[in-house]
């Protein structure tokens, strides 16, 4: 999968209900070797789009349940 393949996508984490971000304010981690993706880490922010002090959520490609046409969902395991 490319990233122009999921880029603009919304974030959603299925236990918490919880928007988490889209891909593009979401970075990448990918494996320099492969050149496949690794992880998505997504930024915390808080009120008027100001980031929190380098907080940041790290989330496994394989946590990664369904990429939809508009939507990622994701969930711990």
Do not use: C
Not at 4 to 18: L, N, R, T, W
Not at 25 to 34: A, G, K, N, W
Not at 51 to 72: F, L
């Amino acid at each position: 999968m490319r990233y122009k393949d999921i880029s603009g996508k919304e974030v959603v984490h299925i236990s918490k209900g919880a928007r988490l971000g889209t891909l593009g304010h979401i970075d990448l981690q990918i494996d320099r070797t492969t050149g496949k993706i690794k992880s998505l880490i997504v930024p915390d922010y808080h009120w008027f789009g100001l980031k929190k002090n380098d907080a940041e959520m790290e989330i496994p490609w394989q946590s990664i349940k369904n990429i939809g046409e508009d939507i990622i969902l994701v969930d711990d395991d």
